[in-house]
């Protein structure tokens, strides 16, 4: 069974700098992917960033590159996303998915987790 549970999220100041752990199992990684998504209240869902464990490819959405890096740690099944300088335009629930192989940037995600709520004051 997959399993993908995101960690991290919270209140915080725009200007913050939290990061967020998503821990998976139930597969192993080979030419596999684990990426975050974010859902804000009244908008759709859409991709933030995304790595390919085997390579480190990592691709982000225009609107925070620069801000957001996603890694993944040395036991694969771990991955991060540290976000700086938030914004309360970042307020979302942030989940972490898996996929497969990835088709660049953000293809190929079909296996979902719970989210974490972020919340950006102004």
């Known amino acids: 069974e997959v399993q993908l549970q995101a960690y991290g999220g919270g209140l915080v100041q725009a200007g913050g700098s939290p990061r967020l752990r998503c821990a998976a199992s139930?597969?192993?990684?080979?030419?596999?992917?684990l990426g975050w998504f974010r859902q804000a209240p009244g908008k759709e869902r859409e991709a933030v960033a995304s790595i390919k464990i085997s390579e480190g490819s990592t691709y982000y959405k225009d609107s925070v590159k620069g801000r957001f890096t996603i890694s993944s740690a040395n036991a694969k099944n771990t991955v991060y996303l540290h976000m700086n300088s938030l914004q309360p335009e970042d307020t979302a629930v942030y989940s972490c998915?898996?996929?497969?192989?990835?088709?660049?940037?953000?293809?190929?995600?079909?296996?979902w987790g719970q989210g974490t709520q972020v919340t950006v004051s102004s």
């Open positions: 139930g597969f192993t990684f080979g030419n596999e992917a």
């Open positions: 998915a898996a996929a497969t192989y990835l088709y660049p940037p953000f293809g190929g995600f079909g296996s």
